[in-house]
Every structure is written in structure tokens, then in C-alpha cells.
């Protein structure tokens, strides 16, 4: 499964790859923490998952969302976010998202989506 991971904190992208380090899920991992850096990841590789963070430093994780779901449609989309108020998981799954996650209480769902999917 490839999976591309969005985030600007270096913390976050660790624990996820440690997440899935230990599931043995991603035959590709690859991670970026700028909107530019994942569009051409995204565009280069059409990952299988995308872990999305909404605050990135160059542009919205919802611009980005709205990128993969363009170009990659087939893409699954995670919002994984502190932004987690009902306003954005609204908007985002009206955008596209299949899942929007709380970074603060939702970091063992990531295993349970990605097992859903392989």
C-alpha cells in the first residue's frame, strides 16, 4: 500500500511511520510537511492513502484535498488534524475526505481505516 503522510510536524510524521512500521502495511511511505512538495508527490506517484494535515505552512491541507481528489480521485483521503471542529469536518468531507481524524484523540484509528482498506 503507498502511503504519503502531510504534515509539517516532524513528531506527528514519526509516530505515524512507527504506526506503520508496526501494522507492515506501506510497501511505500513517503512524507513531506509543504502543500508543494506533496502536489508533486501526489501527482508523481498516486498514493493508495493520503494522511492530510490541515495547517501547513505554504497553503490549506483543504486546497491540498481538493488537489488529490482532481488528480488522484481514487486516492483515499485522512484528514488527520487539531483542526477538528464540526466547520472543517464538514467542509472537508463535503470536498472529498473518506475520513477526518482529532490528532488529539484519534491516532489508533489510523490502524483501523488502513486495515479496513488492505
Same mark, same amino acid.
Not at 492530510?52 to 483515499?76: A, C, F, R, W
Given at each position: 500500500? =503507498? ?27 513517503? !512524507?513531506? *510537511?509543504? %502543500?508543494? &512538495? ?5 501527482? !508523481?506517484?498516486?498514493?493508495? #492513502?493520503?494522511?492530510? =494535515?490541515? /495547517?501547513?505552512?505554504?497553503?490549506? *491541507? ?8 482532481? %488528480?488522484?480521485?481514487?486516492?483515499? #483521503?485522512?484528514? $488527520?488534524? /487539531?483542526?477538528?471542529?464540526? %466547520? ?7 470536498? *472529498?475526505? =473518506? &475520513? $477526518?481524524? =482529532?490528532? !488529539?484523540?484519534?491516532?489508533? /484509528?489510523?490502524? &483501523? ?6
Amino acid at each position: 500500500m =503507498d502511503i504519503l503522510i502531510v504534515d509539517d510536524s516532524k513528531l506527528i510524521v514519526s509516530k505515524i511511520t512507527e504506526l506503520l512500521d508496526d501494522l507492515e502495511m506501506a510497501t511505500s511511505l513517503k !512524507s513531506c *510537511g509543504t %502543500y508543494a &512538495h506533496a502536489v508533486c508527490l501526489i501527482d !508523481s506517484s498516486r498514493p493508495f #492513502v493520503a494522511l492530510l =494535515d490541515i /495547517n501547513l505552512p505554504d497553503k490549506s *491541507g483543504i486546497e491540498l484535498l481538493q488537489h488529490v481528489k482532481m %488528480y488522484s480521485p481514487e486516492t483515499t #483521503v485522512i484528514m $488527520f488534524t /487539531n483542526q477538528s471542529s464540526d %466547520y472543517y469536518k464538514k467542509l472537508c468531507f463535503k470536498m *472529498g475526505a =473518506d &475520513h $477526518f481524524l =482529532d490528532k !488529539s484523540k484519534d491516532f489508533d /484509528n489510523i490502524r &483501523h481505516i488502513l486495515a479496513s482498506l488492505s
